[in-house]
């Protein structure tokens, strides 16, 4: 639950992905099949004979200005993939300066505050054996994901209405609706038992 582009960072690492590949088999073959070694000795001679120290001004210019252009240009991809990422955790809930009422001032409710609100709410709940709550910032909005773990034998059509009763207090509380992911982890450690998402 994060606001990195899905899209961008699926073909950045196909693109990676099959960049490696090509590179992993390029070295094989260079190390392994003799005209691959020589193809290889050819190219870069031809490529990078201009970026020696005894190569002429003129193309040792234009070779270092490729090779800075490039340099440069990656760096500026990764900066904007960099700011794209992340999104994940936010440290506040609701952020309010009261210019749609009118009134002066700003109101923060930190992320903690209402982590510790939902675990001593719901954590109390005999049905729960662990349970966990973060705070996520999707597509510029915040969102819960509370975790619980119910005990052996609980019912979990009990344990989500409880937790959708105190989920509705907290949305009175806060003025407005919170989107939450709740999901019921089954089983114990190690089971195979899907969990349940709502």
Do not use: Y
């Not at 693109?15 to 590179?23: E, H, K």
């Not at 340099?71 to 506040?92: D, F, I």
């Not at 773990?149 to 609706?177: F, H, M, N, Q, Y």
């Amino acid at each position: 639950m994060n606001a990195t582009n899905r899209v961008l960072s699926r073909v950045a690492l196909v693109v990676t992905g099959l960049a490696l590949l090509v590179l992993g088999v390029a070295t094989v073959l260079v190390q392994t099949v003799p005209w691959a070694a020589e193809r290889w000795h050819d190219a870069a001679r031809a490529a990078l004979g201009d970026l020696g120290a005894d190569a002429p001004h003129e193309g040792a210019i234009a070779a270092w200005a490729w090779v800075l252009g490039g340099a440069v240009l990656v760096g500026v991809l990764a900066l904007v993939v960099l700011s794209g990422l992340g999104g994940g955790r936010a440290g506040t809930v609701v952020e309010d300066d009261g210019s749609a009422a009118g009134l002066p001032g700003v109101v923060r409710i930190d992320a903690a505050a209402v982590q510790h609100a939902l675990s001593s709410a719901v954590g109390a709940m005999p049905q729960i054996a662990s349970l966990a709550v973060d705070v996520h910032r999707v597509r510029g909005r915040r969102a819960l994901r509370i975790r619980v773990r119910p005990r052996k034998g609980a019912s979990p059509r009990e344990v989500t209405t409880r937790v959708e009763e105190i989920v509705a207090d907290l949305d009175a509380l806060l003025g407005g609706p919170l989107p939450v992911l709740l999901e019921i982890a089954r089983g114990g450690a190690g089971s195979s038992r899907p969990d349940r998402v709502r």
